[in-house]
């Protein structure tokens, strides 16, 4: 089975930073692209970045350009966050994403094939 393993979370003081990893391990599948999305307590699960894996052009929403930098390593099948100058408005559990097709926009959920666990980031005033 394909699964999405995040990892970095944490808690920091608001203006700190921190960098997510999302590793991909077991099966096979076809790379389109890699996407993070967050959902805090009560709210709806956002998007928050996005990469085209053969490419690496880059998505963000407006609430995070800016501040935070997707990327990604092809040796390791790993997508990474920068994420700088964290706000508290931030705290919320990260999801990775990965993506078999070109099929819908990268900020639509329905875009991503595959879903790791989530990792919590909390940042303190």
């Known amino acids: 089975q394909v699964q999405l393993v995040e990892s970095g979370g944490g808690l920091v003081q608001a203006g700190g930073s921190l960098r997510l990893s999302c590793a991909a391990s077991g099966g096979t599948f076809s790379r389109y692209g890699m996407g993070w999305f967050r959902q805090a307590p009560g709210k709806e699960r956002e998007f928050v970045a996005a990469i085209i894996w053969s490419s690496g052009n880059t998505y963000y929403s407006d609430s995070v350009k800016g501040r935070f930098t997707i990327s990604r390593d092809n040796a390791k099948i790993t997508a990474y966050l920068q994420m700088n100058s964290l706000k508290p408005e931030d705290t919320a559990v990260y999801y990775c994403?990965?993506?078999?097709?070109?099929?819908?926009?990268?900020?639509?959920?329905?875009?991503?094939?595959?879903w790791g666990q989530g990792t919590q980031v909390t940042v303190s005033s």
């Open positions: 994403a990965a993506s078999t097709s070109y099929s819908h926009t990268v900020s639509s959920e329905l875009r991503y094939a595959y």
